[in-house]
């Protein structure tokens, strides 16, 4: 096949001499089929062109040592786009043509200037048979050419039906036309206008449901807006301006306020506040500096800075995002089998039900019989489309998926977004879930004679030489008030209860009850205080200087702001919350009140996750787990949908079913109304199509015409047009959903 | 007469039959482990037919010619495998067949329609 000749642009990697260039053009040359290949080492980019899969050169560069990368991007895009136009344009033109004939006919029929089947008027009829053949050859050439490659792979389509439809009418037609005797008087009725009507209407259906599916995938085309088109990029010494798709690996890029972050990378020089809410949700601009990974698509709002490019390419986050939509979108989940199993044996069963009818008018029908036998045949072939049945799950999938990505919520299949609409109990992790995973100062209760500011100098002091998570939230409170800690000496931590230090020759202690007990420090008029504190879900730690109490420090993990309203929505849609964690009874049960979960499992070891998550399904539950899908992982793949919450940019989003690229619970109540909303619309397409072929075809066989119903062959065709173009339309309908927010208590 | 004609609408049913159902192409498309270039026009997949052993991972590049967009996607059946396909330029896809037997791979409205038949 010449067509397979083409060619293709790389990004190499780790070239830095004349000596590389060869080096890597030798092994790009030494791939089969590559017939051209040329490296730029300025560029740090390799042309080739040939019989060639890009992978290949890939790996091919790869065991060279080098890094490649095959560049793609927008412009993909813009061609699909600049090819669906043309396709459009076209078929209004098939259209137009067809129509612009048919109609005409048509009407001379109905004023009843049909001139006879003889003399001149034969004539007339021999020159419209000619010119409605050219105009068929323009306007439904691709259904026959379609039909006939079909027949001989032994597969039957839509353009089996239409070619045989409107084919036979056209034969028939001209059969009369050149030996009117042929038939009895009454049968003696020209379909060349038919034809033509049915052909035009089958090419504009077709033009809609373009238009109608453009807008289906516009999901897809926002995440793709999020590309940016240009990069400033450094290459010896020099800034320029280039096409995103030439960035090269490792190359160094500059970012202004202002400018979108073309690829991944990593800051090698400079600091800024980035705003990632287009990917990630999270409204607030995250500070990032030195050293920091910046993902490609977010918004650069302050500073300027240097990255390096790390990732580029179809290996970007947002890169493969679009690719994890663009998949999930296609596949289908269990719903649309029976409609696949159904399309699979549809257009041969037609085709049989059709020849019975013609048996049937020929044996039991009123005359003029040749007339009512082809008429109705004719009207089952082409009211009979299998697209409306096939298209009905695809374009709903298609629009569901797309809508939930919108809402952060990246659904991995189509089987997931299924299950997802039949869970009956969520189970929520705990930390990094249902709270920030972040503990967090959040009071500081100084005793007589001590101050908040100097009680926090004491324990971040003290606490600045430990390593425990909680040890962290202090140092990060006192940095936070711009305390600074001071130098301890002899600092030693007691395990399981705290530390102690020597501090300007006092001795301090920081630590639990059990600390204060050993070193008979007085705690008793604190008890309650304590406890109230321990009852909220916090941690309280006790400060001492020099044998007494100078105050208490308590620390908790703070709970998202957002949880218990989306905890509440959860259950509004009918569902059970349950919530599993490894902390101690009494701060699970307090951050459980503060939410309203209905269950709780708490102290439950890592590898225990699971065997709830199993226990809760063996009492017949659907289980949907929300974690943070690393330690979580067990669990995640155990429960009948897995959400992996706040991992948008992570690797991660290909082992979850449903990655929730912000951090909030509100994502999976989004993700489960979008499923249902989804099931459902897939439900009214396929019930739409079953109950559009149940009646169209007996309608259009002639079972009704006792009761004088039947079709005329022209509404069939326009029916089958419309049939898909309602099925993308009802699926557009989703386009418009919204996850209702607000919760009645 | 009568009797003619319906003697040949059942035997076009028995053909209907046998040839859409019973009998199957006999093109078949041996994967040899170069890849597999296949057409995508006019409402067929060409090759349509292509016998690949289990395990062994087969390349196929497609080449969309039709605009239309049933043809944009093609769906593996069973695989969890689907890839879009731009027009008038070729899109790898590499497959690996779990286990032996039949597998369709489809356009979003199943009118182009092929098989991977797994030995
Ligand atoms: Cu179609």
Known sequence: MADSEHSYRFSIGGMSCAGCVAAVENAIRAVPGVREATVNLGERTASVSGEVAPEAVVAAVGQAGYEAAELRGIADEAGKEAAEMAHYRRLLWKFGVAAAVGFPLMGIDWLGLMPPLAGWGQAFWIVTGLVTAGVMWFSGRQFFVGAWKAFRNHNANMDTLIALGTGSAWAYSWLISLWPTLVPALARHVYFEAALIIIALINLGAALEMRARGKTSEAIKRLIGLQPRTARIIRNGKEMDVPIEEVGLDETVRVRPGEKIPVDGVIIDGHSNIDESMLTGEPLPVARGKGDEVIGGTLNKSGSFLMQAKRIGADTALARIIELVRSAQSSKPAIGRLADRISAVFVPSVLIIATLTLLAWFNFGPEPRVSYMLAATMTVLLIACPCALGLATPISIMVGVGKAAEFGALIRNGEALQRARSLTTVVLDKTGTVTEGRPRVVELLPAEGHDEAGLLRLAASIEAASEHPLAEAVVAAARERDIAPETVEGFEAVSGKGVRARLAGAEVLFGNRRLMAESDIAVDDWEGRAKALADAGQTPMYLAVDGALAGVVSVADPIKADSAEAIARMHALGLKVVMLTGDNAATAEAVARQVGVDEVFAEVLPEQKEEKVGALQARGEVVGMVGDGINDAPALARADVGFAIGTGTDVAIESADITLMRGSLHGVVEAIAISRATVRNIKQNLFGAFIYNGIGIPLAAGVFYPLGILLNPMIAGAAMAMSSVTVVTNANRLRFYKPKREVRA | ?119
């Open chain 2, 1 to 119: 007469m009568s009797l003619l004609v319906n003697l040949a609408g059942l035997v076009v049913i028995g053909l209907i039959v046998w040839w859409f159902w019973l009998s199957s192409p006999r093109a078949r498309t041996v994967a040899t482990g170069a890849p597999i270039d296949i057409l995508v026009d006019d409402g067929v997949y060409t090759p349509g037919v292509i016998e690949a052993k289990a395990g062994e991972p087969i390349e196929l590049r497609f080449l969309r010619k039709d605009a239309s967009p049933c043809a944009e996607q093609v769906i593996f059946e069973g695989l969890d495998i689907s890839a879009e396909l731009p027009v008038d330029r070729q899109k790898t896809v590499t497959v690996t067949p779990p286990a032996p037997g039949e597998y369709a791979f489809t356009c979003q409205m199943k009118m182009y329609r092929g098989k991977l038949v797994v030995r």
